[in-house]
């Protein structure tokens, strides 16, 4: 069973089991690359739902806004999603104005 798991006696793609990567500290362009490399890694193994939680994470940039869009479509093009959780009050503003909630699901703290 090379693409699934086997839950409760049923076999399901491993595509559809979502992932979640804990942020331990802000979003910005400083500590990018190694998220980003283990976000490509991820979908590359066939990681399709994708959750973000930014509980450590109080600041994010313009670097950090990009990476988000750039998995969100990376995931959609997978048939899959990206959700974001736990968003301060601040980066949920900024969310709003930018209206990156209006591509993918952001949820505050």
């Not at 399901?12 to 490509?40: N, Q």
């Amino acid at each position: 069973m090379n693409d699934e798991m086997v839950s409760q006696g049923v076999a399901t793609p491993e595509k559809v089991r979502p992932e979640v990567v804990r942020l331990e500290g802000d979003l910005v362009a400083a500590g990018l690359p190694a998220l980003r490399s283990k976000l490509k890694e991820m979908v590359a193994a066939g990681v399709h739902h994708l959750t973000i939680d930014m509980a450590g994470a109080h600041l994010v940039d313009s670097a950090g806004i990009g990476l988000l869009i750039s998995a969100h479509n990376s995931l959609k093009k997978a048939g899959g999603g990206l959700t974001v959780i736990h968003a301060s009050k601040d980066v949920m503003e900024l969310f709003r104005t930018m209206r990156i909630h209006q591509h993918f699901t952001v949820s505050g703290s």
